[in-house]
């Protein structure tokens, strides 16, 4: 099964996960450099976040990372302006071309948050 002509398969695997919520609004995040997870960032800014688990996000983001790739993205609670750097490895990216012809667009991006 496919849906709405993006070619994203849905199999059983993916329909056990846990429930997740919609999250629509714009977080910030840093690219972490390897090994030094909680330390360094290499690259800064805000993307978009489209849903949210007790495992991971999905986010919409103009360029795509690295698989394995670890980010500090700054997870919002329901306290008031809190935010929390939180450790999430990227899983997996989709390119959404948007039917331009240079190939330009966005990325769904699939993050697992690191316990």
């Known amino acids: 099964m496919t849906k709405a002509g993006l070619d994203l398969p849905i199999t059983e695997n993916q329909r056990s996960h846990s429930a997740r919520a919609t999250l629509l609004r714009p977080i910030p995040y840093e690219m972490t450099t390897a090994g030094e997870a909680s330390a360094l960032s290499t690259d800064s800014g805000q993307l978009l976040s489209l849903n949210i688990s007790n495992g991971g996000m999905l986010v919409l983001m103009d360029q795509p990372p690295s698989i394995e790739q670890v980010m500090k ?3 919002p609670t329901p306290i008031t302006r809190a935010d929390i750097p939180t450790l999430a490895e990227v899983r997996w990216t ?15 991006v699939g993050l697992k948050f690191m316990f």
């Open 94 to 108: 989709k390119h959404i071309p948007f039917g331009r012809p240079n190939g330009e667009g966005a990325f769904f």
């Open 73 to 75: 993205v700054h997870v």
